[in-house]
């Protein structure tokens, strides 16, 4: 049973960095993309970044500049490095990855618990 477990998120100040991280364990043939999504109080779901397992990242304007999402595919982790925080970039932070369970299943989305992130003014 795949699993994704979160951990580092926090109450931080705006202004300061925080990483959070996301191991994948279970049974994995192959872990493709993997991924952050944010979700705000009464807001929807939001992509934040993902990168590909070769190393590809795409990163969404709200944060470009300020976040780096990284991966250690030895580890089947991934991290989302967060610095010069705001307020707005508060909400629970979810990670998603792709992954071949066996050989030719396909890749279907996994997702963790989701932490969360608070940055106070």
């Known amino acids: 049973q795949v699993q994704l477990v979160e951990s580092g998120g926090g109450l931080v100040q705006a202004g300061r960095s925080l990483r959070v991280s996301c191991a994948a364990s279970?049974?994995?043939?192959?872990?493709?993309?993997m991924g952050w999504y944010r979700q705000a109080p009464g807001k929807q779901r939001e992509l934040v970044a993902t990168?590909?397992?070769?190393?590809?990242?795409n990163v969404a304007d709200s944060v470009k500049g300020r976040f780096t999402i990284s991966r250690d595919n030895a580890k089947n982790t991934v991290y989302l490095q967060m610095n010069s925080l705001k307020p707005e970039d508060t909400a629970v932070y979810y990670c998603?990855?792709?992954?071949?369970?066996?050989?030719?299943?396909?890749?279907?989305?996994?997702w963790g618990q989701g932490t969360q992130v608070t940055v106070s003014s």
């Open positions: 998603v990855a792709w992954i071949d369970v066996v050989a030719g299943s396909g890749s279907y989305d996994y």
């Open positions: 279970g049974g994995i043939f192959r872990i493709n993309a």
């Open positions: 990168i590909t397992g070769a190393g590809n990242t």
